[in-house]
């Protein structure tokens, strides 16, 4: 496996460790995907530098952005994994993560139902305004995270 590239990001300068991983991932009961782990452990989330990504099935918006990457006990609540899933908690698929959100507030998500490790763009506003989860809401980004990292490209907007 070749190394892996990952995004420089801003505001993330308290790092994570492997132990608060294992923890997080014991606490919610998911198993996070190797590539995911060692970017929580280079970047702990934060800003990327203006990326954006392709996006399958939205015709309205077949490019999304990246506002920011969630991580484990980063300066601002904002960027917390556990945040997410708590707010959604027993509202969405429990092998559901949030990983990121775009300028929009819609969210970039580890779908790792069945053993899987898709990465989906959450078209959430029915959501918000029902409180119901729709599989119609879900749009594919990449396969895996790796595949996520690769895609990324600077925002031509």
Known sequence: MSAIAYPTTVGSD?????RAIRDFEQQYGVRLPKVYVGFLLMTNGGRPNKLAYPIEGLAENPLGDVDFFMGLAPQSETFDLRRYLDIFAGRIPADFVLVGVNGGVDYICLDLRDGGERVVFWDHAHFWSTGEWREGDLYF???SFQEFLTSLRPNPY
Do not use: G, L, Q, R
């Open 141 to 143: 980004i990449a396969n």
């Open 14 to 18: 308290i790092p994570t460790s492997e």
